[in-house]
């Protein structure tokens, strides 16, 4: 998957954008001057730099490009249901009645809090923690996280079934750790943190507390809270308990009074505790911190999350703080484009169908069965050939890889949303019944059968991502877009463009998450301990690579908390060449724009992560999230390949990086 920072990255059309009018590897991108050896980031993209970043935005780069593009299709799709009549209960009739709810800014700023009050008359009348219990599952029902988050999941090790989990959750800080770092720049967004919530309550008119009280109680939170790196274990992260063990880990906490408000069936016997330490600390602090500091909690959780949906003003704070504070964008994007990202998020399947039918062709989907094919090739043949692992393991991981499945484009079966309810009503109201719909959709998994089908992305999104428990990849049409994916490119540009995409998804079954799941989907170790040990050796090799990098002073990369996505990106743009190779064997290969074929796969992959990137969002990035920044995304994985080097030859100015040289795979 490629990042998410709250409200990062969204993106706008953007005109005269470099790169839109070739096909493939674009040469004007490229900064001959500098030695690739040195810089390939730049190299590569190095005319790119000098695009500005729109003020709306806090980044602009090849993601920009192909998501301005899907959004105007999808503005399109959104402007013509909104003209037409359509039948009740049609997609066409949900998207028109979702949308213009959205676009009528004057009913919205009209009906500001007022549809929430029924929710924050209830927090304002708690009394006990089996009140603040009670509150916790009905916000969760509303999908507003507090105290920790809810769902439903594949049980991790019994993968065909379902199982009920709470994980660590409700920080209105990004991570852990902005709650105890010290430097000028954290302090600085903690004190910004506490104003921002003092407005929130002003603008919503209600007066629960102090706003310094939200922030000690979620200190005490995010103390009893795992570091992000410490989340990446799935098995230290999985505990299957029944009712009366949920109840001794966690004694503090009112079980029957959530349990009861969250509706989980009294027939589902077990509950995925997640972070047990985690829900006794949540136990604790429901009867040590006052219930009026809770109430204050409670009260941000709900008009925080919220906040785009209650009017001008509570929208705009919330821009403030989330968008300019802690990500730089300097301006709200259009209303139509949230618009359609909240539509996007409801009714996504309603959009993807209609999306396709503009976008994504039966050809293209063809393509990209058949480079999944040879991407699968590939990683085979790797398996078969790698010295460092034994028979018995590479048996189980070429099972593992003839079971993956791969999803192009779109479902086989779109969504039913009939029961889902959107009517010509307040935009909350609707986005209140979208967030309803999926949680109800999320309740009745429980006890049938997982559905093979069932896609967590919309059609239409510029990601991918891989599934453990199903042992799939799954691969979008909104990400399958030039340039990444180009009917008319050719397949040097297209191998080396969707690296980061196929081969990166692909890697994840076998990072250091992934390869703790088999072939099954289930969380069992099928590694014998030589070589796993010979695994994890390599993997330190990548942890100390990635350390070496420094993007602002004092600021390190993370290397074991973006261990599992770094992983992906080498492995799978070695995997992805080697796709290519096999591709290509016996097709003519000709010297282009002044770049072999190789070194046209490696820039096209260079390309692929193009993106301007204000500071601020950086900053964030290393500090909070599992993926590197994009130019990290470049160097680091070339740096660890010698087929870069062999591509590419001359003698690297960062030994640090020289010194990587990754032999997994
Ligand atoms: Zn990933």
């Not at 796993?532 to 290397?559: D, I, L, N, S, W």
Request: aromatic share 10%.
């Amino acid at each position: 998957m490629r990042p998410s920072v709250r409200a990062a990255f969204g993106l706008v059309l953007f005109a005269g954008s470099l790169g839109a009018a070739t096909p493939g590897v674009d040469p004007a991108l490229m900064d001959r001057t500098v030695a690739p050896t040195r810089d390939f980031y730049r190299f590569a993209n190095g005319a790119f730099d000098a695009q500005p970043i729109p003020p709306e935005r806090s980044s602009s780069g090849v993601n920009l490009e192909i998501d301005n593009r899907n959004r105007a299709i999808l503005k399109e799709i959104a402007e013509t249901c909104a003209r037409e009549a359509a039948a009740e209960g049609t997609p066409a009739q949900r998207i028109r009645d979702f949308y213009l709810s959205g676009m009528d800014q004057a009913a919205i700023d009209k009906a500001g809090v007022e549809p929430l009050a029924p929710t924050l008359k209830a927090i304002a009348a708690a009394r006990t923690p089996a009140d603040l219990a009670v509150l916790m599952g009905r916000l969760s029902r509303m999908g507003v996280t507090a105290g920790f988050a809810f769902g439903v999941e594949q049980d991790p090790k019994s993968s065909r079934t379902h199982l009920p989990a709470v994980s660590q959750g409700g920080l209105g800080l990004p991570e852990r750790e902005f709650y105890f770092r010290q430097d000028p720049t954290t302090r600085d967004q903690r004190a910004a943190y506490v104003k921002h919530i003092a407005r929130m309550f002003e603008l919503a008119g209600v007066r629960p507390g102090p706003a310094a009280r939200v922030l000690a109680l979620e200190t005490r939170l995010a103390r009893v809270s795992r570091k992000l790196v410490d989340l990446r274990d799935p098995e230290a992260n999985y505990h299957k308990l029944d009712r009366a063990a949920v109840a001794a880990a966690a004694p503090g906490f009112p079980w029957a009074a959530w349990y009861r408000a969250v509706e989980l069936p009294a027939t589902e016997p077990y509950l995925d505790l997640g972070q047990p330490e985690y829900v006794r600390g949540l136990g604790r602090l429901l009867h040590q911190v006052p219930v009026a500091d809770w109430k204050a909690y409670l009260t941000y959780r709900l008009l925080s999350t919220l906040a785009p949906y209650l009017g001008s003003g509570l929208e705009a704070e919330d821009f403030a703080f989330y968008g300019k504070k802690l990500t730089g964008s300097q301006e709200m994007r259009p209303r139509w484009e949230r618009v359609l990202g909240v539509v996007d998020a409801g009714i996504g399947e309603d959009l993807g169908q209609l999306y396709v039918q503009r976008a994504f062709s039966p050809q293209a989907k063809a393509k990209v069965q058949e480079m999944v094919k040879f991407h699968l090739e590939a990683l085979r043949a790797s398996i078969r050939r790698a010295t460092w692992m034994g028979e018995a393991t590479k048996l189980q991981a070429l099972k593992k890889l003839d079971s993956l499945n791969a999803k192009v484009g779109y479902p086989d079966a779109w969504r039913d949303y009939r029961t889902m309810g959107l009517k010509a009503q307040p935009f909350v109201l609707n986005v209140l019944a979208a967030r309803a719909f999926e949680t109800r959709r999320a309740l009745a998994k429980l006890g049938r059968p997982v559905d093979p089908g069932d896609w967590e992305m919309s059609p239409q999104t510029n990601n991918a991502y891989y599934n453990p428990c199903l042992n799939e990849i799954v691969l979008p049409a909104g990400i399958l877009q030039p340039p990444f994916f180009d009917e008319r490119a050719d397949d040097a540009s297209n191998y080396g463009e969707l690296a980061s995409t196929i081969g990166h998804e692909l890697l994840h079954g076998f990072d250091d998450q992934g390869s703790q799941f088999d072939a099954e989907g289930n969380m069992r170790n099928w590694w014998t301990p030589e070589d796993r040990k010979a695994y994890e050796a390599q993997t330190e090799a990548v942890v100390r690579q990635y350390e070496a990098y420094e993007p602002f002073p004092g600021v390190h990369v993370q290397g074991r908390q973006t261990l599992g996505e770094n992983l992906a990106d080498i492995g799978g743009l070695k995997i992805s060449l080697e796709a290519w190779k096999l591709a290509s064997a016996g097709k003519p290969q000709a010297t282009v724009d002044g770049l072999t074929p190789e070194q046209r796969f490696f820039v096209g992959f260079a390309q692929s992560w193009r993106t301007n990137m204000r500071p601020e969002l950086e900053r964030t990035i290393l500090q909070s999230d599992v993926h590197c920044p994009p130019r990290l995304r470049v160097t680091g994985p070339v740096a660890a390949l010698p087929e870069f080097r062999a591509a590419f030859p001359g003698a690297p100015a960062d030994r640090k990086a020289s010194d990587a040289q990754f032999t997994l795979w």
